[in-house]
T-cell receptor, first 112, second 115 residues
Framework: EAQVTQNPRYLITVTGKKLTVTCSQN?????MSWYRQDPGLGLRQIYY???????DKGDVPEGYKVSRKEKRNFPLILESPSPNQTSLYFC???????????FGSGTRLTVV | AQTVTQSQPEMSVQEAETVTLSCTYD???????LFWYKQPPSRQMILVIR??????QNATENRFSVNFQKAAKSFSLKISDSQLGDAAMYFC????????????FGTGTSLTVIP
């Protein structure tokens, strides 16, 4: 089944403890992206990638890192999480701009 | 940066009736893509319909159709014969051309379907 898989679905962590949210797609898509969803703000783009080793900042990149060493994987790294990064996170991929993004199931992150 | 505005935080519709959700956007680009996504309580983001700006014809997908007014920068979603399963949060989204890197979402409209 064609899909975007992100893990974990739920995560509670403490301030300052490094964490990684994994994302993998099996559709050979060029584009991948990370979003955070907060009430009243919609989805905001954190980072995106057009291809392997090509990444760039979205609208809210502060406090996040990404890497794209393989086409299928695009992990999101929080080096030192803070409570204001408590949010719902989505990974997404697309073949081309016209096709829209296919989204993963989301990761609910709570930083205490 | 482009902005996408959904001015209706909440809407409701009677089952089997028609409802229209509004979306406007701001851009200086002439080529771009527009999308509507549905997010049910399961939180999964589901693509409902898409429109390419260079196409004048409005997109349709079964009971879903759009009214795309390029000059007015308006992109509304019409849901016909509303069903209980249509209850969800709906997001309008804009994707830039030609690289397609930037993808902007509105703040969403919560749709309730009344039996």
């Amino acid at each position: 089944e064609a899909q975007v898989t992100q893990n974990p679905r739920y995560l509670i962590t403490v301030t300052g403890k490094k964490l990684t949210v994994t994302c993998s797609q099996n559709m050979n898509h060029e584009y991948m992206s990370w979003y955070r969803q907060d009430p009243g703000l919609g989805l905001r783009q954190i980072y995106y990638s057009m291809n392997v080793e090509v990444t760039d900042k979205g609208d809210v990149p502060e406090g996040y890192k990404v890497s794209r060493k393989e086409k299928r994987n695009f992990p999101l790294i929080l080096e030192s999480p803070s409570p204001n990064q408590t949010s719902l996170y989505f990974c997404a991929s697309s073949l081309r701009p016209a096709s829209g993004y296919t989204f993963g199931s989301g990761t609910r992150l709570t930083v205490v | 940066a482009q902005t996408v505005t959904q001015s209706q935080p909440e809407m409701s519709v009677q089952e089997a009736e028609t409802v229209t959700l509004s979306c406007t956007y701001d851009t200086s680009e002439s080529d771009y893509y527009l999308f509507w996504y549905k997010q049910p309580p399961s939180r999964q983001m589901i693509l409902v319909i898409r429109q390419e700006a260079y196409k004048q014809q409005n997109a349709t997908e079964n009971r879903f159709s759009v009214n795309f007014q390029k000059a007015a920068k308006s992109f509304s979603l019409k849901i016909s014969d509303s069903q209980l399963g249509d209850a969800a949060m709906y997001f309008c989204a804009y994707r830039s051309q030609p690289l397609g890197n930037q993808f902007y979402f509105g703040t969403g409209t919560s749709l309730t379907v009344i039996p």
